[in-house]
């Protein structure tokens, strides 16, 4: 009896060392997925199969049988909930290695939460940092946890010895006094709160800020001088302008009343040549002509009626008396 029992222990023992184990069994799980892989000494046998399960509180459910990769894929057969333990064995002619299992594990306990991406928008001075949830395998971020905190890490482009930490649980974020026209670059990760864990490291990127509005003082001065001036010069043309308008308009109609009959002298042409012709007589000029003769006793009218001055008037009639006096004297009785 004991015999047989030992017998029996050897054989088996036997068996076992003929089917190598798997080795190094473990899962692997990125963003929710699920996969389980293992090593097997390659030059023993070409026409060894494996065959793994996963077996939960619930059941034991063999996903992959006879195959001769080395993973499995248990995404599409665990809930991210769940806890479960994976095993896997190698079987060759009817003959099997022992079951290899797992610790533990839970999906959202585990698994490696992978980089979010990132997307910066750039304006008026100010960078906007969009975050895209990483994608899941298996339902999403945000179903599966409730509470997600992203981990931002900004600086100014070639100085990474300051980065400047920055944590925000929204996918948008507006980074914080930034300088005008400076590059900056942004990392961020995950971190799920339940688990106090962070999720990988997204690639760098970087974008660089624009003006930010604010003008410079020296600027400032001058912008307002030469709106001074310009607003100066308009004044003064406008002034002018306008006193050139005024005068013109004063020539055209003039304030002064010209008389009605003047008026209508002027809007109606002259009834006749009279009136024009005697204009230049009035200025016509006489010069008193004055003969004194002697023999001329018959003369009567000696002078032309004199037109200069009155005191010449005066004169050359009070001259006109004497030699009429001397005429008449003259005369012959
Ligand atoms: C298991 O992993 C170790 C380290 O990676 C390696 O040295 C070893 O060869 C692996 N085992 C097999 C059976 O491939
Ligand atoms: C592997 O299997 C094939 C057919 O299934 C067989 O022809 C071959 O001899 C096997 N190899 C070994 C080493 O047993
Ligand atoms: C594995 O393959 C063998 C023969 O190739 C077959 O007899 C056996 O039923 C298969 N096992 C499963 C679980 O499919
Ligand atoms: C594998 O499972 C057995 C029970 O089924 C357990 O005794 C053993 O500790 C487990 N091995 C590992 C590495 O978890
Ligand atoms: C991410 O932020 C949390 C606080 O919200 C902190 O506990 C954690 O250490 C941070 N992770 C890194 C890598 O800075």
């Not at 939960?56 to 995404?75: H, L, M, P």
């Not at 909930?81 to 060759?92: C, D, H, N, S």
């Not at 290899?100 to 928008?121: E, M, Q, R």
């Not at 298996?138 to 992203?150: C, D, G, K, N, P």
Request: hydrophobic share 40%; with cysteine; aromatic share 10%.
């Amino acid at each position: 009896m004991a015999f047989a029992l030992l017998s029996g222990l050897c054989a088996l023992s036997v068996v076992l060392a003929v089917i190598p184990d798997p080795a190094n069994v473990t899962v692997v799980s990125y963003n929710l997925g699920v996969v389980l892989e293992w090593d097997y000494p390659h030059e023993w046998h070409e026409n060894v199969t494996f065959t793994a399960s996963s077996s939960s509180y619930k059941a034991n459910k063999i996903v992959c049988a006879n195959q001769t990769e080395r993973r499995c894929d248990f995404t599409k057969d665990v809930h991210h909930f769940g806890t479960y333990v994976f095993k896997v064995r190698a079987e060759l002619q009817g003959e099997a290695s022992r079951w290899v299992n797992t610790s533990d594990f839970s999906a959202d306990k585990h698994t490696i939460i992978g980089p979010p991406g990132i997307t910066l928008y750039s304006k008026d001075g100010d960078m906007e940092v969009e975050l895209q949830d990483p994608v899941m395998r298996a339902s999403t971020l945000r179903e599966v946890y409730s509470m997600v905190t992203y981990n931002i890490t900004f600086w100014k482009e070639g100085q990474e010895e300051e980065k400047i930490k920055k944590n925000t649980e929204q996918t948008r974020l507006m980074l914080p006094n930034l300088q005008p026209w400076t590059n900056y670059c942004v990392q961020a990760q995950v971190y799920i709160n339940a688990y106090t864990r962070n999720g990988e490291l997204s690639k760098v990127v970087c974008k660089a800020t624009t003006s930010n509005g604010n003008v410079e003082p020296g600027v400032v001065a001058v912008v307002l001088v030469v709106s001074f001036l310009v607003t100066s010069t308009c004044i003064l043309l406008t002034f002018f302008t306008g006193r050139v308008v005024y005068r013109g308009l004063r020539f055209f109609y003039p304030n002064a009343k010209l008389p009605e009959h003047f008026k209508q002298y002027l809007i109606e042409p002259p009834p006749s040549s009279f009136f024009v012709k005697s204009i230049p007589q009035v200025k016509e000029q006489f010069d008193p002509i004055v003969i004194v003769s002697e023999d001329a006793v018959e003369r009567t009218d000696a002078t032309e009626e004199p037109r200069e001055t009155e005191e010449q008037n005066v004169e050359e009639s009070a001259k006109d008396k004497i030699e009429m006096e001397k005429d008449l004297l003259l005369l012959p009785a």
